[in-house]
């Protein structure tokens, strides 16, 4: 592992045409120095992170703009990661209750707005993610936190039912749409399942990825990958307080392990779906 500094973000114009402004750069910094930032790399959730933030500052540079220059640890080949000791943690950030969409630049166009606005009015929550690489993989989100709605209370029972009072079927179709706008446009894309497992002091969250998946894969998965996904929950949180996030991908019917991630932002591998198999060393 190294220590490196970059800067991340400046208030000149950015080739997206976005401004981001000084105070909303003293607010990233000041999160970056309260909390773990995982580095991913070009925001692309298959691979474990390339590193981690360890805190930020805002400078002024010599033309009178400002930028958020980052303190990093890079991870590097072989590094094997040190006893967990605490310390800043991730933030997974509050879902509301009912269904959340995660959307970044490549479903906001004229395309998809219609079909955002429905799936809003239908009270579906709608968040924006922000990227500042020029051409990140195109990632859509779909999320909700099963804890709270007594999952762990009715393990037998359907794992949609929590989400069923919101029109699913409406919903999913919508969702659909909004994928198969972005496999018309022939680039790589990814569907995410993200469930809240566990709440603060000590959250965990499962990510499911499909790649590029067409609606067949999608409707198969819906059916197929429910029962994996609930024989999988017990094991996740069996591996303890200080796993974060797992990582899984969803590929012919199977659920392929991906990696995990601790709340200190330190990778591991998860080779099965067991926790006699997460490695400490990092990916």
Request: charged share 30%.
């Amino acid at each position: 592992m190294y220590v490196m500094k970059r800067t991340i973000a400046t208030t000149h114009r950015d080739r997206h045409g976005d401004v981001i402004t000084r105070e909303a750069l003293e607010d990233m910094a000041e999160q970056a120095s309260r909390r773990c930032i995982p580095l991913m790399y070009e925001h692309d959730p298959r691979f474990p992170p390339v590193g981690r933030t360890l805190s930020a500052e805002v400078v002024r540079l010599p033309d009178g703009h400002h930028a958020l220059v980052a303190t990093s640890e890079m991870f590097e080949p072989g590094d094997v990661a040190p006893p967990f000791e605490g310390g800043p943690s991730i933030e997974l950030g509050k879902l509301a209750d009912g269904i959340n969409l995660v959307v970044d630049r490549s479903h906001l166009d004229e395309s998809n707005r219609e079909v955002l606005a429905e799936l809003a009015a239908q009270g579906v929550t709608i968040e924006r993610y922000a990227k500042k690489s020029l051409e990140p993989i195109s990632v859509l989100v779909l999320a909700f936190a099963i804890m709270a709605h007594g999952f762990f209370g009715k393990m037998g029972a359907d794992l949609w039912d929590a989400v069923r009072d919101a029109d699913w079927s409406a919903v999913w179709t919508r969702v659909r749409k909004l994928l198969s706008h972005r496999r018309r446009t022939g680039s790589e894309f990814l569907f995410v399942l993200e469930l809240r497992l566990r709440d603060d002091p000590h959250p965990l969250a499962l990510s499911v990825i499909l790649d590029s998946p067409t609606d067949e894969e999608l409707d198969d998965f819906m059916v197929s990958g429910e029962p994996l996904i609930r024989e999988m929950i017990p094991h996740l949180l069996a591996l303890g307080d200080e796993v974060t996030k797992a990582v899984v991908r969803y590929e012919r019917g199977e659920l392929r392990p991906g990696y995990v991630i601790r709340s200190d932002g330190y990778p591991g591998q998860l080779e099965r779906i067991n926790p006699e198999e997460l490695a400490s060393g990092l990916s």
